[in-house]
């Protein structure tokens, strides 16, 4: 991979633009981006509980230097709005997290979750049938066993290819609250589902019993004064897991200390500055994603300001702080009042580990070179991004005089928001959700 410095400015250009349409209803919206292992497939959900997968193409033979595109390999409906009459609550069908698992044969295997239930789902292709059935017809209808008066042998048949959206697991039933989060462990057998008090402990073998590794509800709930936001495991210890608060604090957990994980092995928090304390700190601070590096060194965190990385062995404070919009901090009482500083963005890392990307407003996405400490702006709208163009970085202007080129923070579009950001694990290729379009973006090629 180049060195990603020597370009940063002009990096990404998009080779397509999908699920774009010019009117958009609520359950249109995209609400999680995720890559497999490979980055060959790269899955979205979106509110209204569908989950489209796209495929990259193979390299073709005449441009054996071109890129493959992603285009729609399979859609399927994945959640179902529910009713819980007990409580008498609506469940939306918004899918909140997709995690995909290491493919261990043909067919692809991903988890997806809205509010309440996990859903374990294979997909997999078929493009032969059987012919010839001894006891069924071709309509697949039972024949008369007196009119069988020969042996056939069934043959496979080509067929068009058709490819199938299975669930295989369904776990429900362990969530009193919301389900913010979802991690498969690295032994694969296992994984986390986070809520806002709890999270628990599964095997993808068992559906009907969880083990609860993190209570945090206190006994009386007036005494609460935190919530989980994020969790996530360790990319190769098993026994290691992270998860962030309300409060800006996250705690690292060992599951080889005791069953259940309330005391946690690290604390990481930094020590707030007493002159920036305001009516919004307690808001601003609270982490909204959490992520290890693919080294398993760093976590990062996203606040709604700040993105920052941890070192593991340094709890006192993170060793950087990026700041991602801080000409907002003059605009959080109008962003208190329109709910918009209650939006929760999350962050990526590339597959290196060197640079991190997260969202911001007016459909604009940050990214920060961790060896050259150089940041970029860019935009991912639709008037901006034609196929094949390359991106210009977009600087906002705080006061003063405006350039030609920057945009006023005054007329930025809060409700033009990038929340969902994901990174090909092996190569420039990042995918952003902007509402209910995805653009995909590719390192320039000369």
């Not at 699920?19 to 249109?28: F, G, I, K, P, V």
């Not at 529910?82 to 008498?88: N, Q, V």
């Not at 609506?90 to 809205?114: D, G, V």
């Not at 990038?418 to 290729?429: G, V």
Request: charged letters at 25%.
């Amino acid at each position: 991979m180049k060195c990603f410095s020597r370009y940063l400015p002009y990096i990404f250009r998009p080779p397509n633009t999908i699920l774009s349409c010019s009117c958009h209803t609520e359950a249109d919206i995209i609400s999680t981006v995720e890559f497999n292992h490979t980055g060959e497939l790269l899955a979205t959900g979106d509110k209204g509980g569908r989950v489209v997968i796209f495929q990259r193409e193979q390299e073709s033979r005449n441009q054996p230097h071109r890129r493959g595109e992603y285009n729609v390999y399979s859609t399927f409906q994945s959640h179902e709005p529910e009713f819980d009459y007990l409580k008498s609550l609506e469940i939306e069908e918004k899918i909140n997290k997709i995690r995909w698992l290491p493919q261990q044969n043909a067919a692809y295997f991903l988890l997806s979750t809205n509010d309440k239930t996990v859903k374990l789902w294979k997909v997999s292709e078929r493009d032969k049938r059987p012919e010839g059935y001894n006891l069924k017809d071709e309509d697949g209808r039972f024949r008369d066993p007196s009119m069988i008066t020969m042996l056939r042998v069934p043959v496979l048949r080509p067929m068009d290819l058709m490819v199938e959206a299975t669930p295989r697991r369904v776990f429900a039933n362990a969530h009193t609250y919301h389900i913010n989060s979802i991690s498969v462990n690295s032994d694969y057998e296992t994984y986390m589902s986070a809520d806002d008090l709890r999270i628990n402990l599964w095997n993808f073998e068992i559906t009907n019993q969880s083990f609860n590794i993190v209570d945090i509800k206190p006994a009386n709930m007036e005494e609460l004064t935190e919530v989980i936001t994020a969790a996530e495991f360790h990319p190769h210890h098993c026994n290691t897991f992270v998860y962030s608060s309300s409060k800006g604090t996250i705690r690292l957990c060992d599951m080889r200390a005791s069953a259940l994980c309330d005391r946690h092995s690290k604390f990481f928090e930094e020590p707030e500055d007493p002159s920036n304390r305001s009516f919004f700190s307690e808001i601003i601070s609270s982490i909204s994603d959490v992520k290890f590096s693919h080294s398993g060194r760093y976590i990062m965190t996203r606040d709604y300001l700040t993105v920052k990385v941890w070192d593991l062995n340094m709890e006192n404070r993170p060793i950087e702080t990026y700041q991602v919009h801080d000409y907002l901090r003059s605009k959080l009482c109008s962003l208190y009042e329109n709910d918009c500083i209650f939006d929760k963005f999350e962050c990526v890392w590339n597959g290196s580990d060197s640079v991190i990307m997260t969202g911001s407003y007016n459909n604009f996405f940050r990214m920060f070179d961790r060896n050259t400490k150089r940041d970029v702006t860019l935009e991912a709208s639709r008037e901006n991004s034609k196929p094949r163009a390359i991106l210009k970085p977009r600087k906002v202007c705080v006061g003063g005089k405006r350039r030609k080129d920057e945009i006023s923070v005054d007329s930025l579009d809060f409700s033009k928001k990038i929340l969902h950001t994901a990174w090909h694990p092996s190569e420039n290729i990042i995918a952003v959700a902007a509402t209910n379009n995805l653009y995909i973006f590719q390192d320039k090629v000369n």
